[in-house]
């Protein structure tokens, strides 16, 4: 594992754009309520992709750069 103070500045954005087209995804209100149950979610066998639906959530989406 890396520690964040060695990612670059190029490696935390291209972290946030695979994060954002990440196909993991919840709706809000199914979030909020595994989120508000940690203490259980945190042990649930699908805890992965609960994180990856909170990350993607917190992402802005943008259109590829060779889109623009």
Do not use: F, G, N
């Amino acid at each position: 594992m890396v520690a964040c103070s060695e990612l670059s500045a190029a490696d935390l954005d291209a972290l946030k754009e695979a994060i954002a087209r990440s196909p993991i995804m919840l709706r809000r209100l199914a979030l909020a309520e595994r989120l508000a149950d940690w203490q259980v979610t945190r042990m649930a066998p699908d805890v992965d992709e609960v994180v990856l639906a909170w990350l993607a959530s917190h992402t802005l989406r943008r259109p590829p750069a060779a889109l623009l």
